[in-house]
């Protein structure tokens, strides 16, 4: 998979923000399973580390 480019760099770190805007960027790419993908492994993390590093498989965080 091709990760579309995500800018979440001075973003309001509140991680349902950064996956929202993660989101939207896979949605705009043509990817909403992975978006929906991405956001279930989230809500199951076990940590914001981990949230992180979910959304960053996903996006190529700028």
């Known amino acids: 998979m091709l990760k579309p480019k995500c800018n979440l760099v001075g973003k309001d770190g509140n991680i349902f923000n950064l996956m929202g805007i993660a989101s939207n960027a896979l949605k705009k790419a043509g990817l909403k399973e992975e978006a929906k ?26």
């Open 37 to 62: 993908e991405m956001k279930d492994k989230i809500m199951n993390s076990k940590s914001y580390d981990q949230a992180i590093r979910i959304i960053m498989e996903y996006v190529d965080v700028e």
